[in-house]
């Protein structure tokens, strides 16, 4: 990873008609870095991909891929970039060989044997149309198009769709490779053990805009726990939920479950004030707790 | 049996198609009969039988059944035949293209249940289609005063009804079993171009009178119903294909697997599979084939290229130099009868010489029509259909401009409007040897040149909705019905003493006008219709350079 910028948003934003499908978004990514975007079905994932692509055009701010403009150098970006769209569609009739050559002949610069080596790492059959193949194995054959030309930036939305999971294993390993040669990964997704597991960094959208940009380590080390609590008798909930950094209290007799974060001493001396403790788990929370528990402080800003 | 929301869903979905087509034939006859009523129609009732009987015209022609006659009966039937027929081959085999048909059969729902609801869907809009027009044919001539005694305009709604359900269901039928739309309508739209054919033209051979029976159009107009009435043997017979389309329908869609796969098999792949044409086939359709935007694209409509080129080089070409040989003498004496500029109402032509007959029979409408479907299925789909398939992001992301995609895909449309006409140039003079009718080639070569760029034009304006909308609905009927108006327009317009000078206003003004079969090239014709296709394909650049790319589903 380097100090270069891949990637550069500044206050873009994406209106149709009343919808906000994108607010005043900026963003860096540095280059040869994994970054996973992050967000619900309709947060606007696809809306900044699709602008920054010069597939749409912003209302307003700008993006540059590269340094270059992505309205004014779309074309010059293009030879730079690999991209696997959401929802991906190819041409049914076309072979996922004839797929790719097609692609190679307006892209150039494509190596079919690392082509040919991609489709061997994942078991692509690149002979048979691509309308007659199931949806993860025609994503496959998008995933191919995207790295044939060993873009310095790939820009993937959703891209493991449909795929199994010895296939996103080894894209995932795939995805770091690459990463680890210099090339920049922006990618969205709302599978998050896979963002867990590859990215360097994550950005949290929601209703089309930027709720949390960091790195996954550090966002890790927020030091969000999940805590079990054995008690030797039944006890009420209403003692845990008030507490400062506890959240997500369920109890069921003797037993606790909450997340928290905070000083554990806290917790402790309040709990063993009330009962006695018999047993205390605790562990790190991942990150699907980290990005639940932000979506319900967005929601409770809002209210 | 009827399921009342799979019914309501396909009515839902295709009422756009029939609201325009209806929209513009209500407009067209009341232009039409306005134009009649304003010329001299002395010359109608002084025509021989014969030529009255080969343009529906009856023995005492008024304004409103010439009227009737040639908009209703011509123009509309075909439209509202031609709408019934692509509703049918998207009844079933559509939502086996679209993949929908595995959800809608994941309800306890049969097979036939939801054949049954999609076709009412079918026969209801093809209704409303006849009965707006009934009603329009019997309100135009109130508000211009024009008296319909002894017109039957409901036997006419009725016949026109059957035919059309006819041919839906024809399509229905293909459709239930091929599982492919694009084969049903095809092969239906074949069938109905030959019938139409053949039930007007063997009429006019002498001992073969007779053969038109074998054609369903004839059951639709053979019997003059705006003059005569409903004939029910007529009905009846096309009822019965209509019931005998609808079991084999049943049968079909039950007996086969449902098709769970976007991909067709075209010539070529069939080819690629052959062992004797392997080797060539697989460079063509391999690594040839997507060389190039221009040459993916020419590849996906190919089936369609080679029917129509087919089609003009064989039967409206070759096969019509000899027919005219055999055609009445009865038709040399025409000439006589009647001045020029009537005969240009019928697309043009002088029956007593050859160059009349291939301009009333090829050149008059056939022609442009052949040209403007390959430009217009490729200009309509060149950008909007890529958006349709979600593929003009995947597209774009290559480091190819926005007009480039645009000038390749122009490439391709060309090449197919100078196939169709270099297939209907080559026919052409193929008839004139083979009946040694003596036209001149260099004639023949430019009113093949001239219907070519008049079908660029058309499928300039194809691309350009298309670029501006991103949908090819829109770019498809928003052309097809200017077409038409433009058409029927060019027909009447001399005749109107106010509105004649519109006439230079339209493209079809530029393609037969200076009679290029007799006269030869008119360069500055030719030159008008280069330069409207130029400014739509410059409008279509600027638009699609402007515009968000649309994203479905």
């Known amino acids: 990873m380097t100090d270069q910028i891949a990637i550069h948003t500044e206050g873009l934003t994406k209106h149709y008609g009343d919808v906000h499908a994108l607010v005043d978004l900026d963003l860096d990514i540095r280059s040869g870095e994994i970054f996973g975007f992050l967000g619900p079905n309709g947060a606007g994932k696809t809306t900044m991909i699709r602008t920054i692509l010069d597939e749409i055009r912003p209302t307003a701010g700008t993006a540059s891929i590269l340094g270059m403009d992505s309205h004014k150098q779309s074309v010059e970006i293009r030879r730079h970039i690999g991209y696997v769209p959401g929802d991906l569609a190819m041409y049914p009739n076309l072979t996922g060989r004839d797929t790719l050559t097609y692609f190679a002949n307006l892209r150039g610069g494509v190596d079919w044997s690392y082509v040919d080596e991609l489709a061997e790492r994942f078991d692509a059959d690149l002979s048979k149309k691509v309308g007659d193949l199931s949806s993860g194995n025609r994503q496959k054959i998008g995933i191919i198009q995207a790295f044939m030309n060993r873009p310095e930036t790939l820009i993937m939305d959703e891209p493991s769709n449909g795929l199994d999971p010895l296939m996103q294993r080894e894209f995932q390993s795939l995805m770091r490779g690459v990463a680890a040669n210099g090339s920049t990964i922006f990618l969205s997704s709302h599978t998050l053990s896979e963002v867990q597991r590859v990215a360097d960094r994550v950005g949290i959208i929601r209703h089309g805009h930027l709720i949390a940009l960091e790195a996954v380590t550090s966002l890790r080390s927020k030091g969000i726990r999940k805590v079990d609590l054995f008690f030797d008798e039944p006890v009420d909930a209403e003692v845990f939920g008030p507490l400062p950094g506890v959240r997500d209290v369920t109890v069921e007799n003797h037993h606790v479950t909450l997340s928290f974060s905070g000083q554990m001493e806290t917790l402790l001396k309040v709990v063993t004030e009330k009962y006695r403790l018999l047993d205390i788990t605790t562990q790190e929370a991942d990150l699907e707790e980290i990005f639940l528990t932000f979506y319900r402080d967005e929601e409770e800003a809002q209210a | ?553």
């Open chain 2, 1 to 553: 049996m009827m399921l009342a929301n799979v019914f309501t869903k396909t009515t839902r979905d295709r009422w756009k198609a029939p609201v325009i087509a209806v929209a513009s034939l209500a407009l067209l006859f009341l232009f039409g009969m306005m134009t009649y009523r304003d010329i001299d129609l002395s010359v109608y009732t002084n025509l021989p039988d014969y030529f009255k009987q080969l343009f529906g015209i009856s023995d005492d022609a008024d304004v409103a059944s010439l009227a009737y006659g040639a908009i209703l009966s011509g123009y509309g039937a075909l439209t509202v035949t031609a709408i019934a027929l692509t509703m049918g081959a998207a009844t079933f085999a559509g939502e086996e293209r679209d993949r929908t048909i595995g959800l809608l059969l994941g309800n306890p729902k049969s097979r036939t249940s939801v054949l049954i609801s999609k076709a009412a869907a079918m026969v209801v809009l093809t209704a409303a289609m006849t009965l707006v027009l009934w009603v329009v044919g019997l309100v135009t001539p109130e508000i211009l005063d024009v008296s319909i005694a002894g017109m039957h305009v409901g036997a006419l709604m009725f016949h026109l009804l059957a035919i059309s359900l006819f041919f839906g269901f024809l399509a229905l039928a293909i459709g239930a079993w091929t599982g492919s739309p694009g084969v049903a309508a095809g092969a239906t739209a074949g069938v109905l171009f030959v019938s139409f054919m053949g039930a007007g033209l063997f009429p006019l051979v002498e001992g073969f009178e007779d053969l038109a029976k074998a054609f369903p159009w004839y059951y639709f107009n053979a019997s003059k119903p705006e003059s005569n009435g409903i004939d029910w043997g007529h009905i009846g017979v096309l009822a019965a294909g209509i019931g005998v389309f609808s079991g084999a329908a049943v049968v079909g869609v039950n007996r086969r697997d449902l098709k769970d796969q976007a991909a067709g098999v075209s010539l070529i792949d069939r080819l690629r599979d052959h062992p004797l044409t392997h080797k060539v086939a697989d460079r063509l359709a391999g690594s040839t084939r997507v060389s190039r935007i221009w040459i993916k694209t020419a590849s996906e409509h190919q089936g369609l290229l080679f029917v129509v080129a087919l089609l003009m080089f064989g039967f409206m070409g070759v096969m019509l130099g000899p027919m005219y040989l055999l055609i009445d003498d009865a038709m040399a004496t025409l000439a006589e009868a009647f001045s020029p500029e009537l005969l240009s109402l019928f697309g043009g032509g002088d029956m007593s010489t050859p160059e009349g007959w291939y301009q009333i029979e090829t050149f008059g409408m056939m022609a442009p029509i052949a040209v403007m479907v390959v430009t217009v299925a490729v200009g309509a789909r060149a950008l909007a259909g890529e958006e349709a398939r979600n593929t003009m992001g995947l597209l774009l992301a290559n480091p190819v401009k926005r007009s480039t995609v645009i000038y390749q895909k122009t490439v391709a449309m060309a090449i197919f409007a100078f196939t169709v006409g270099f297939a209907t140039f080559a026919g052409v003079v193929g008839g004139s040897l083979l009946g040694n009718l003596g036209m001149s080639i260099g004639n023949i070569a430019a009113t093949s040149l001239l219907v070519t760029l008049l079908g660029l034009a058309y499928g300039g304006l194809a691309l350009a909705l298309g670029a501006a909308t991103g949908r090819t609905r829109i770019a498809t009927f928003g052309t097809t019905g200017l077409a038409l108006i433009t058409f029927v327009a060019n027909g009447l317009l001399p005749y109107s003493e106010n509105l004649s000078g519109l006439v230079k206003w339209q493209p079809f003004y530029y393609y037969l006008s200076s009679d290029p079969l007799m006269n030869g090239m008119h360069w500055g014709h030719g030159a008008a219709l280069a330069g409207l296709f130029v400014v739509l394909l410059a409008l279509s650049v600027l638009l699609f350079n402007r515009r968000d790319l649309r994203q479905t589903g």
